[in-house]
């Protein structure tokens, strides 16, 4: 052989093709990176999606808690059902709570913040107790 002819073959162990890539290998790595890059997308989407969800949350937990705090500061004996609307980061929420009281001394809160815009009933977002304190005469400590 001569070197002209072997120079054509350089870089294509055993073969008359020249050096680089054929049609179909690069078809299939745009195949490969293509479903990559979709697979990377969806997961893109789904993290958003959750972020968003994650912050509807705690919004709703931050006014449910700012009620139970409203009403702990409030005291035992001016607890009683209510509602309000508070604007938290831009959104409004409308938050309702209900008192029942469960033993003398003891009232129960559950208070509602619902996630849409048509105020819908649902189980309560977060509950607690309220305790009466006891007064000095009472022969509890203060």
Do not use: C, I, N, Y
Request: no cysteine; charged share 25%.
């Amino acid at each position: 052989m001569d070197e002209a002819h072997e120079g054509g073959r350089r870089g294509t162990p055993g073969g008359d093709r020249p050096p680089g890539f054929s049609l179909v290998e690069v078809l299939v790595a745009v195949l490969v990176l293509s479903v990559g890059l979709l697979g990377v997308a969806g997961l893109t989407l789904g993290v958003a999606r959750e972020a968003r969800r994650s912050a509807l949350e705690t919004g709703r937990t931050l006014v449910a808690q700012r009620a139970l705090d409203s009403l702990r500061r409030a005291g035992f004996g001016a607890a009683e059902d209510g509602g309000s609307t508070v604007r938290v980061d831009g959104r409004e929420w409308r938050v309702t709570w209900e008192v029942s009281r469960e033993a003398a001394g003891l009232k129960r809160v559950d208070v509602r913040v619902p996630t849409g815009t048509g105020g819908e009933r649902g189980p309560p977002f977060a509950a607690a107790r309220l305790h009466r304190r006891p007064g000095p005469g009472s022969g509890g400590t203060p």
